[in-house]
């Protein structure tokens, strides 16, 4: 199985302030249809997940633009360019490659 | 508008069985690849179980053999049939639509 590994676990950030996410995968999520299913999902506390990034880099519609994935392989990074105050909530990056394995989450929080 | 309504979660005993529901409307289920995520309390997301348009279906290990997932297109809704209850499958079962629309969520509480 596929271990979607996060990091950090917990993240305070100041308003404002860049923030930046990584997600390591236990092995290369390059499907044979040449695709690389890893996708970033944002969960506002008491809400419902919503998808952000899918295929790496692909920004879903209504997504502001401070949200940018990129990455390859094994490696994925989800970068917030200016941290907002309705940006706290946790972030779980997801592999679709092989089955479908999701991280562990990031907590951001405002300092 | 793409909207998911789940129903059917509730307090079981272990080794019981329960069927949600994810109605859906805005779309056809049967167009998307429909999803069941779940949430433990207070843990993170875990994926159950996808269908794929063309009717293919795979499940998590933690799941297989105990929880089938299935379609009715005339209803347009997605359902899991869960049986053989544990108390680990305790948590909100979430459906998704391509993984790009989701419920609001339904509790499963497994417990004596």
């Known amino acids: 199985d596929v271990v979607m590994t996060q990091s950090p676990l917990s993240l305070p950030v100041t308003l404002g302030q860049p923030a930046s996410i990584s997600c390591r995968s236990s092995?290369?999520?390059?499907?044979?249809?040449?695709?690389?299913?890893l996708n970033w999902f944002q969960q506002r506390p008491g809400q419902s997940p919503r998808r952000l990034i899918y295929k790496v880099s692909n920004r879903d519609s209504g997504v502001p633009d401070r949200f940018s994935g990129s990455g390859s392989g094994t490696d994925f990074t989800l970068k917030i360019s200016r941290v907002e105050a309705e940006d706290v909530g946790v972030y779980y990056c997801?592999?679709?490659?092989?089955?479908?394995?999701f991280g562990q989450g990031t907590k951001v929080e405002i300092k | 508008e793409v909207q998911l309504v789940e129903s059917g979660g509730g307090l079981i005993q272990p080794g019981g069985s329960l069927r949600l529901s994810c109605a859906a409307s805005g779309f056809t289920v049967s167009s998307n690849y429909m999803s069941w995520v779940r949430q433990a309390p207070g843990k993170g997301l875990e994926w159950v179980s996808v269908?794929?348009?063309?009717?293919?279906?795979y499940y998590a290990d933690s799941v297989k053999g105990r929880f089938t997932i299935s379609r009715d297109n005339s209803k347009n809704t997605l359902y899991l049939q869960m049986n053989s209850l544990r108390a680990e499958d305790t948590a909100v079962y979430y459906c998704a639509s391509d993984l790009s629309a989701w419920g609001q969520g339904t509790l499963v509480t497994v417990s004596s």
């Open positions: 997801m592999q679709g490659t092989h089955s479908w394995t």
């Open positions: 092995q290369s999520l390059v499907h044979s249809d040449g695709n690389t299913y």
């Open positions: 269908i794929y348009s063309g009717g293919s279906t």
